[in-house]
């Protein structure tokens, strides 16, 4: 008898674990039971659909030769049963049955199964707001929505939108419609952008980009009502503190784990709220595997459960699920969450823990901003890029990351947390045989170079501190010194302006250091903070006690 394999969703996990299970067993009997109209859809590229770079939504589910991925494809190709339109409303665990409703006929059945997958995704969260039955209100969960916002992004009495969160999917959406030529405005009720992702200094860099770039940030406020027309088409939104005209909205304020099915037929669901699974991808009944955005997952820094839906995780989930469904045992250890995305000329990028989420977990730890240029300085398309890395000072390991900036961020990011991975440190980091021309990296690659200036501090070499903890000492009304070491030329292109700073540039701080009083703090920086820890390094040899750098230097300050 045939190994009948049963896969409760459509889209990324349930597509990929059917694809891999035919590959590894061609007598099994696999079905697929899809509620929506789409199969195996690239969920990720719709903001790119939206703006026109993607042409036609069926690209999002065509194959890399543009066949669409339809129940025909999955028919004739693979020889996978692949039912859409069709609900799965309970598993009977005792009978190893699914019963199904076909939601255009309304006819209900079972599908008996050997082993079921539980790929059920998860759904856009819509608060209640008052007014949010008005029209042009959408969610991206799904190409028809995407679909349904680029007709009325384009309409001509569409001129601005509002879009509620400041997360992953409220960043992309922004620059899809500031590219559209829309005036936008971000909603976000934390104080800062992608509150989970980036720590404050990284969002309001972020945040000081955005605004350049004409986009209206309300962060730390609320919506509450929204208004309409006489058409009942929405154009204003009032949050807790102002009024927001907006001739269409996007709710992108996160999603929630499709659970229900799972917990209806009594299996586990984990801490976060997730469906709990083991290493292998099983639920707490061996014959049932999850995967996707419906599961949490185990985090590889901390150990613990997490919920960190992403379609990179889903594919991956698919792939060991049809191993083990086909009598494999292929463990999946845990995520990173390792995000990345592109706004603007802008790109932004982390993986594993902020410092605020390492500190409150009580690990000892050791930060540094480093600034710099993705390619060696003097080659013409350098373009800056600025790297937070966040390590464990105790034994060096690497906690987390975050970069952002217009260069090249991707291949660091990865290098990051491939080195995470594998439990690696700081000194690990810097000593990777990374590859090496002008045109890629600087001789001593960005990322090393942050994870050098971890192993001075570490080490008691580099004293620094943070562009926030200056900034908050001057609106406190400390005494200390500010010490500006570049050049004069530097000087003319922008600077601090407060009675602290003092101008001697580097070349001559050995010769003037007389003029910097031993009794008051000093904290030097410079244009991106090296010249500022070479000034911190004279000052200790010239016997100075109370002596640090500005992290990140005039790069890194927001103010």
Same mark, same amino acid.
């Given at each position: 008898?045939?190994?009948? &394999? ?15 299970? =035919? ?6 009997? $696999? ?18 659909? &939206?703006?026109?770079? #993607? ?8 194959? *890399? ?40 006929? +309304?006819?209900?059945?079972? $599908?008996?199964?050997?082993? %079921?997958? $539980? ?6 969260? =819509? ?27 384009? %309409?001509?009495?569409? @001129? ?12 992309? #959406?922004? !620059? ?16 800062? %952008? ?26 730390? !406020? ?8 006489? /058409? /009942? ?29 799972? @917990? +209806? ?15 292998? %991808?099983?639920?707490?009944? *061996? ?7 419906? #599961?949490? +997952? ?16 889903? +594919? ?18 845990? #995520? ?23 500190? !409150? ?49 991707? @291949? ?54 943070? *562009? ?12 200390? $010194? ?51 820890? !070479? ?25």
């Amino acid at each position: 008898m045939s190994n009948r &394999i049963v896969i409760i969703g459509g889209v990324a996990t349930g597509p990929k674990a059917a694809s891999r299970a =035919r590959r590894r067993d061609p007598n099994a009997e $696999i079905t697929i039971i899809e509620k929506g109209n789409l199969l195996s859809y690239a969920g990720c590229g719709m903001p790119y659909f &939206i703006v026109g770079d #993607v042409k036609n939504c069926d690209e999002l589910m065509c194959t *890399p030769a543009g066949v669409v991925r339809n129940s025909t494809f999955f028919q004739n190709v693979k020889d996978i049963k692949a039912y859409t339109k069709t609900l799965a409303q309970a598993i009977d665990r005792e009978k190893k049955e699914v019963k199904v409703i076909d939601l255009l006929s +309304n006819e209900s059945r079972t $599908i008996p199964y050997d082993k %079921l997958v $539980i790929a059920t995704g998860s759904t856009h969260f =819509r608060p209640p707001i008052e007014g949010s039955e008005l029209n042009r209100i959408y969610t991206l969960g799904h190409p028809d929505e995407a679909i349904a916002i680029q007709q009325c992004a384009n %309409l001509e009495d569409v @001129k601005s939108v509002a879009v509620f969160g400041g997360g992953l999917i409220g960043m992309e #959406v922004t !620059e899809a419609f500031v590219r559209l030529g829309l005036e936008v405005t971000v909603v976000e009720m934390i104080d800062r %952008l992608l509150p989970k992702l980036l720590d404050a200094e990284i969002s309001a860099y972020l945040a000081k980009y955005l605004r350049s770039q004409g986009i209206k940030l309300r962060l730390s !406020e609320k919506a509450i009502k929204l208004e309409g027309d006489e /058409n /009942n088409n929405v154009r204003k939104v009032i949050t807790d503190k102002s009024e927001i005209s907006a001739d269409m909205i996007v709710t992108a304020i996160g999603v929630r784990p499709n659970v229900e099915l799972a @917990k +209806n037929a009594g299996l586990k669901i984990g801490e976060t709220g997730a469906i709990w699974v083991d290493e292998y %991808l099983r639920t707490s009944d *061996p014959d049932i595997y999850a995967g996707g955005d419906c #599961v949490e +997952n185990t985090h590889l820094v901390t150990g613990k459960k997490v919920y960190v839906p992403l379609g990179s995780t889903a +594919n991956k989930h698919g792939r060991i699920i049809g191993d083990n469904v086909t009598g494999g045992s292929e463990k999946f250890n845990g #995520v990173l969450g390792t995000t990345i995305f592109k706004i603007l000329d802008y790109t932004v990028g982390c993986t594993g823990l902020t410092e605020r989420y390492a500190r !409150e977990l009580g690990y000892n730890v050791v930060t540094c901003i480093a600034p710099g240029s993705d390619v060696a300085h003097y080659y013409p398309e350098s373009a800056l890029i600025l790297i937070k890395l966040v390590v464990n000072k105790d034994n060096g390991k690497i906690l987390g990351a975050q970069m952002i900036g217009p260069g090249d961020i991707d @291949k660091r990011l990865d290098v990051v947390a491939t080195t995470m991975t594998y439990g690696g440190t700081v000194r690990e980091l810097a000593n990777t045989d990374l590859g090496y021309a002008p045109p890629y990296s600087s001789a001593i690659d960005m990322v090393a170079h942050a994870a050098n200036i971890i192993r001075n501090k570490i080490d008691g070499i580099a004293k620094s501190i943070t *562009p926030m903890e200056v900034k908050a000492k001057m609106d406190a009304g400390e005494d200390f $010194i500010l010490l500006d070491v570049r050049t004069p030329a530097e000087l003319i292109k922008n600077k601090i302006d407060d009675p602290r700073v003092k101008y001697i540039p580097l070349g001559a701080l050995r010769s003037r250091a007389n003029e910097l009083p031993k009794d008051k703090e000093i904290i030097a920086f410079c244009a991106i903070s090296l010249r500022g820890y !070479e000034a911190q390094t004279i000052l200790d040899g010239l016997g100075f006690t109370n002596v640090k750098f500005m992290d990140g230097g005039l790069a890194a300050w927001t103010y």
